[in-house]
């Protein structure tokens, strides 16, 4: 076999041999993960890696103690904003982010880092937007670390780190009622369903009088059965039930001639007969 055929075939047989490790697919020790929660207006992502227990001690010698630790595992943890939010009264700009953690055996250090790829050897402290000291909880053995949202408002939500028996949580507040108003202000002048949409937010933020003021804009463009609906129900919740049962009739009589959208029917007719007495003078 001559020279050239053997180059040929050691380089035909390398070949496979990278072709076959480029296609072995196998478990990652740390699988990369990634959460999203909307809460109000904003939405917060958070992408990490998920390192496991795997029998180790975790905390103290895995994570030492007293060192800035990436939250995670390979990559920078990273957390995102899709508006403004305020965490720890400091307020943090949308974007994205690096968050750190110095954990200790009592108390830890969350940190927020501008530099949203930033590793535990590039990190630096001159970039951090907030750091703050939480205790962290004890709670039952978690094999992989993951991240999570809970006890979330349309104002705010907690954001969780739990791996092996601790959690971490700390809070993030939005601007949801400002932006909001903010968003009303700018979509309103065309429908009336804008402005019964405008209402019915109010009404959900229990805003009475500003309702009011909104569904009579929607009810001068149009009267719908569901703006009827929607003043009859702020009506009511003001305590004002004997106009409630008028609005909730009219939209009973406009709803009835388009039965394919009238949605609330059933409430409706509830509505009405819960609030006979107090429309009508007459006993139920």
């Known amino acids: 076999m001559n020279k050239t055929v053997k180059l040929l075939l050691a380089g035909a047989m390398a070949l496979q041999l990278s072709m076959a490790n480029a296609q072995l697919q196998l478990p990652q020790p ?44 390979n990559a920078a943890t990273k957390i995102t904003f899709s508006k403004d939010v305020t965490v720890e009264g400091a307020i943090i700009s949308k974007g994205s982010y690096s968050i750190f953690m110095i954990p200790s055996s ?78 009303i202000d700018k979509a309103l002048g065309s429908t009336w369903s804008q402005y019964n949409n405008a209402a019915r937010y109010y009404f959900d933020q229990k805003d009475y009088n500003k309702a009011l003021e909104y569904v009579n804009l929607s009810l001068t463009l149009q009267s719908h059965w569901f703006n009827n609906w929607v003043k009859a129900q702020i009506l009511a919740a003001k305590g004002m039930t004997k106009d409630a049962y008028v609005y909730a009739l009219r939209a009973k009589e406009l709803g009835d001639k388009n039965l394919e959208s009238f949605w609330y029917k059933t409430q409706v007719e509830k509505a009405l007969e819960d609030w006979k007495a107090a429309g009508t003078g007459k006993k139920k």
């Open 106 to 183: 009592a108390t830890w250090t969350v940190i927020i880092n501008k530099d949203a790829n930033a590793s535990e050897d590039s990190y630096k402290q001159e970039n951090d937007i907030v750091r703050f000291v939480v205790t962290p909880k004890t709670i039952e053995s978690r094999e992989r670390l993951q991240y999570s949202f809970s006890d979330f408002t349309e104002e705010s939500t907690a954001v969780n780190m739990e791996w092996e028996k601790i959690r971490i949580t700390f809070k993030v507040v939005l601007s949801t009622s400002k932006q909001a108003a903010e968003n």
């Open 30 to 73: 740390s699988p990369k993960a990634s959460v999203m929660q909307q809460v109000g207006l904003t939405d917060i992502t958070i992408d990490y890696s998920s390192p496991a227990v795997k029998g180790r001690n975790i905390w103290g010698e895995l994570v030492p103690f007293e060192k800035v630790w990436r939250a995670g595992a």
